[in-house]
């Protein structure tokens, strides 16, 4: 299915910096991959002369400048600045996109930096691979900013917890938002704010079925809509804007994951148990307002990526 085409590490100029000190948020978090998709048009002319190559060079200048993420964790707290580098590897894929978006090939993984860091990691990369003339400036949430109450956490308050862990798929179209708005009697109610009851009752009522105790259910959602100026996935390496993105399976259980589709509606993506997933990708009340898509892409959307 994945065919691996070269691997390599790529390492960025030597930093000046030696240590780095983890902010409380970032010693919270437990240390997971952030499987970021992105498919671009496959009719798209590539204007970059040499890709890998470039890509390759354009990565290594990048991690000079998120010099952290080059680095080695070396407790919760700490970050050695040792310039270890990323992996980075060209693949051939021959397999529907739900296959690969479900594989085992990971990407991005680090304690230094959320979503929105990650985002700006993959802009300034891009901006780079375009024109090595860009000049990135990332900023550093570091201890010194956000310190520690008392002393470095020894462990991550927040784990993983991937095991048997299934990811779904639903989207709620704009007509099907407005009626389900509309059916919850509240004023001013938002698409978020409604999309998220209704998944958080309905993945309670599942838990409660299959008796699988309490729980805390976490979400992202797409800040884009409500931060100025609103910053657009210009994630463009020389072969167009993707034109459409993704999260593939995690980063935990119990997590959903709002981001809005091309036509005003919203796509969840829902990460829970096998039993729980069982009993809730079935409940009539979601099915109302929701349409569970098998796979995480439909034959129509792969014709047109690359």
């Known amino acids: 299915m994945i065919s691996i085409i070269s691997k390599k590490i790529i390492t960025p100029n030597p930093s000046t910096q030696r240590w780095h000190k983890l902010s409380i948020l970032d010693q919270c978090l437990t ?15 590539n204007v970059i002369p040499n890709g890998p190559k470039q890509l390759s060079n354009s990565l290594s200048k990048t991690s000079s400048y998120y010099y952290p993420w080059a680095g080695s964790l070396k407790d919760n707290a700490t970050i050695e600045c040792d310039d270890h580098g990323a992996e980075l590897l060209q693949v051939q894929i021959n397999s529907p996109m739900g296959k690969v978006v479900d594989s085992n090939i990971k990407d991005l993984t680090f304690p230094q930096g959320d979503g929105s860091s990650a985002y700006f990691f993959l802009r300034d990369w891009a901006a780079l691979t375009r ?11 570091e201890d010194s900013i956000v310190p520690s109450p008392i002393s470095p956490l020894v462990s991550p308050v927040i784990g993983s917890d991937m095991d048997k862990c299934v990811q779904k798929r639903f989207i709620f179209s704009s007509t099907k938002l ?16 409604a999309v998220n009851a209704i998944i958080y009752k309905c993945v309670a009522s599942s838990a409660t079925i299959v008796n699988s105790g309490s729980f805390k259910l976490s979400q992202f959602f797409d800040l884009r809509e409500i931060i100025s100026p609103p910053n657009s996935i210009d994630l463009d390496f020389g072969f167009g804007k993707p034109i459409r993105a993704s999260f593939a399976k995690g980063p935990r259980n119990k997590f959903i994951i709002l981001m809005r589709t091309y036509d005003g509606g919203i796509e969840a993506l829902v990460n829970l148990n096998e039993q729980e997933m069982c009993v809730f990708e079935h409940d ?6 929701a349409i569970p898509i098998n796979g995480d892409f439909c034959y129509e959307e792969e014709q047109h990526y690359i």
């Open 31 to 45: 240390h997971f991959y952030m499987p970021f998709v992105f498919f671009y048009p496959k009719n798209q002319v």
């Open 131 to 141: 024109s090595s003339n860009a000049n990135p400036s990332p900023y550093f949430v």
């Open 178 to 193: 407005s009626a389900l708005k509309s059916s919850i009697g509240v004023q001013n109610v938002t698409s978020n704010e």
């Open 284 to 289: 009539k009340q979601l099915l109302e307002f």
